[in-house]
């Protein structure tokens, strides 16, 4: 491995990790889209800041570009307040603006530099080793490198720092203010962080790498716990995982970088998608089933309480009677007998003692709708499950 | 080339009307279509589909080889489709909401997108330059074809609209209300959202990724401030979004580097800044006069009551009173003065004024107001 390699896969991870604190937080506040709008408005800025300094490298451009992320969150919120759209709508009509009068700033003025669309919005990881930082004329590194890892530590530092204003603001805004935060300016300081982050990153690996950076790990996170600190520390660790993955299977591809890690994030976060132990899609649909047949099996039994009459509780006639399908009346029965809440004598199904009181319960949580009932029914429900 | 010499080639230039009529159609597609996704509060889904679209035409040119666009529309419109199956899949099936989503799909799509593309860059076949005209769009590659093809969707969803309106708009206000009416409340969103993203497709090649969910939101939430009746509604975003093509078109083609997409990205936003600030019933602007006029109107009342209690204690409504007792309240100008005499509510006399028997009953009215919400 060259050290332009180590460099490479150095960058990619110090940019997952400093993507994914903001990231979190962007997920939690439900605002995952901000990310989005953010990383094409802030072209305007880049392009004036190239204009002011002529110098691609200038810390001005960082700084203005971070400047029109904050200025395109404060537009959102401006239009927002007025009514007039609602905030989906403010975000979608903000960001093509402010990227549209940029692409044409550029296409205007700056045809003779290398400062071109797609650079800015796809960006490429392999050139970031070019670009060294010389002090006194000593290499020290590549540039990127000390840009994003002062972000690196500047948010790591906020983030121990304010860990629990942000916290509080996150889960319980009113509380926040109350507390004496002002949610106010945490929300503005994480919207500067994210801004900033966009900044610093994309240069690396484009604007929708910053996005899937920012928001697939925090959403892998949140399928996998329910803990704020756990979260953070998935979603870095995620993050860092699928850059170094994606960075060797682009190595093997020989495709784009900043692709091939998306890519990995998309397949990573697939398979979180589908098999996350309780938020799971498998889980979460495999749990209705079960909730579906305890439901079923409670209307079966009700019915099986109000009719005393033989004729009603007849194996055939069941399926008549409450509409089930042949199958769905199977795996009810089989359930009920399992547990010995019903009897089955010569066709003709009876309640048990154990049915009967399972039942009465049941009657009684309905109409009272008082919680000790449910308590205990919740009990009752687990022995169904085993 | 200026605008009045546009619009003199427009009625010559063979590929001038091509593209002129293109991004005229797709404007008011995109308008007519887009009130359905603002007023579902969808308006998002737009940027994220016209990303999820990429791979889709990266595949299609994989594995077809061509570059016909119809082929590369159709495996956008297939990834498209995906990608939006997956954001409801997410949005119903996991704790995960709308935004994230989105943009989890947006993002996670447009990165294989682009890991494709780098793939077949290196493919040997030359044939693949220009399939990041989809990514920055380019309204001059558009041909006649295109335009058909426009066309046709555009019918089709005219068509579609016309037949399911009602349907729609019951949709649209009371989702519950239309399943409980027995409508197949699946059926319609599926073919609404299916047409919306067609919509998106077919605007990749001549807006561009980025700037089409602006073509899709600007012209509807334009629209949306002139009128509070969906059909009404349609009808201006579509005027809109077919204006924002025409102005779109004709400004760039007007002048040298400026490409087509952002250009009628930017009219169409001029069109909504207007709209926000200038329509009469919701526009910023006269929300603002009206609410300085209540303002006006409380201190009008608020002399007027104060007043009111001075002449309370007289037998003689219109006994005449010093304007210099008034000093010790604030809430008086000579210009207010003036406005409650216009009004014919006081008479004013020097330095003296009095109630007059109107002013007297409304003032009245007044103080009754104000201690029954006491």
Request: proline share 2%; charged share 15%.
């Amino acid at each position: 491995m060259s050290s332009a390699q180590l460099e490479i896969q150095l960058i990619a991870c110090l940019v997952a990790i400093a993507c994914a604190i903001p990231g979190t937080f962007l997920v939690l506040r439900k605002m995952a889209m901000i990310s989005d709008a953010i990383s094409h408005s802030i072209l305007p800025g880049l392009v004036i800041g190239f204009f002011l300094t002529e110098d691609l490298n200038s810390p001005w451009l960082i700084l203005l570009a971070a400047v029109t992320g904050v200025i395109t969150v404060v537009l959102v919120e401006y239009i927002q307040k007025t009514g007039l759209v609602k905030e989906d709508t403010a975000i979608g009509l903000v960001f093509p603006a402010l990227f549209s009068i940029g692409v044409i700033l550029i296409a205007k003025n700056a045809n003779d530099v290398h400062l071109d669309v797609d650079a800015v919005l796809l960006g490429e990881l392999a050139f970031a080793p070019f670009d060294r930082l010389i002090v006194n004329g000593v290499d020290i590194g590549a540039k990127s490198l000390w840009v994003i890892g002062s972000i690196v530590v500047v948010t790591l530092i906020l983030l121990f720092t304010f860990f629990k204003e942000l916290k509080v603001s996150t889960f319980d805004k009113q509380l926040a203010a109350t507390l004496g935060f002002s949610p106010l300016v945490i929300h503005y300081g994480l919207m500067s962080v994210a801004s900033v982050t966009t900044v610093g990153a994309f240069d690396a690996v484009g604007a929708i790498l910053v996005v899937a950076l920012m928001i697939a790990p925090a959403a892998m996170a949140y399928l996998l716990t329910n803990d704020l600190k756990k979260m953070l520390i998935i979603a870095v660790v995620s993050g860092v995982v699928s850059a170094l993955i994606g960075y060797w299977v682009a190595h093997y591809l020989d495709a784009s970088i900043a692709g091939s890690m998306t890519t990995v994030l998309g397949v990573l976060f697939l398979l979180v998608y589908l098999f996350a132990p309780s938020k799971g899609l498998i889980s979460v649909v495999f749990r209705q089933k079960r909730q579906q047949v305890e439901v079923y099996l409670l209307t079966f039994m009700l019915h099986l309480q109000n009719h005393t009459e033989e004729s009603e509780r007849h194996i055939n006639h069941l399926g008549e009677h409450i509409n089930w399908g042949k199958m769905q009346s199977k795996t009810v029965l089989d359930l009920a007998l399992k547990n010995n809440m019903i009897v089955i004598d010569d066709n003709i199904i009876s309640l048990t003692e154990k049915g009967q009181g399972f039942t009465n319960k049941a009657i009684d949580y309905i109409t009272t709708n008082s919680t000790v009932a449910i308590e205990e029914m919740k009990e009752d429900f687990f022995l169904f499950r085993g | 080339m200026n605008i009045t010499e546009y619009f003199n080639l427009l009625f010559t230039d063979y590929t001038l009307q091509t593209i002129t009529l293109g991004t005229a159609v797709l404007g008011a597609l995109c308008g007519m279509l887009g009130s359905f996704a603002v007023l579902r509060k969808q308006s998002l889904l737009g940027d994220a589909i016209s990303h999820a679209a990429l791979p889709g035409i990266a595949l299609a040119f994989l594995i077809t080889g061509a570059k016909d666009s119809n082929t590369l529309l159709l495996g956008a419109l297939v990834s498209g489709l995906v990608g939006t199956f997956w954001i409801r899949g997410i949005v119903k099936k996991t704790h995960l909401k709308t935004d994230t989503a989105l943009g989890l799909i947006l993002s996670l799509f447009f990165g294989f997108g682009m890991l494709l593309l780098t793939f077949i860059q290196k493919m040997p076949n030359a044939n693949q330059a220009g399939l990041d005209k989809y990514l920055f769009g380019q309204a001059a590659t558009l041909v006649a074809s295109d335009v058909w093809t426009m066309c046709i969707i555009a019918g089709l969803s005219l068509l579609i609209l016309l037949v399911f309106w009602k349907e729609f708009k019951l949709l649209l206000f009371d989702a519950d209300y239309t399943k409980s009416l027995g409508f197949n409340v699946k059926f319609l969103d599926v073919l609404i959202t299916f047409f919306i993203v067609i919509s998106i497709v077919v605007g990749l090649q001549t807006v561009g990724v980025v700037l089409m969910s602006a073509m899709l939101l600007a012209p509807a939430a334009a629209a949306r401030q002139w009128t509070n009746s969906l059909s009404v509604m349609v009808v201006l975003a579509a005027i809109f979004g077919a204006f924002s093509g025409v102005f779109g078109t004709a400004i760039s083609a007007s002048s040298n580097n400026l490409s087509t997409g952002p250009v009628i990205v930017l009219i169409a936003a001029v069109f909504v800044l207007f709209s926000f600030v200038f329509s009469p019933k919701r526009g910023l602007l006269f929300r603002e006069i009206r609410y300085r006029n209540n303002r006006k109107d409380l201190e009008l009342n608020k002399t007027l009551a104060f007043m009111y209690q001075i002449v309370e204690s007289h037998d003689n409504i219109d006994h005449p009173h010093a304007i210099k007792i008034l000093n010790n309240f604030h809430g008086f100008t000579r210009k207010s003065l003036q406005k409650l005499e216009d009004r014919e509510l006081i008479t004013v006399t020097k330095t003296m004024w009095s109630l007059t028997e109107k002013g007297f009953t409304t003032a009245a009215n007044l103080y009754n107001q104000l201690e029954e919400n006491e």
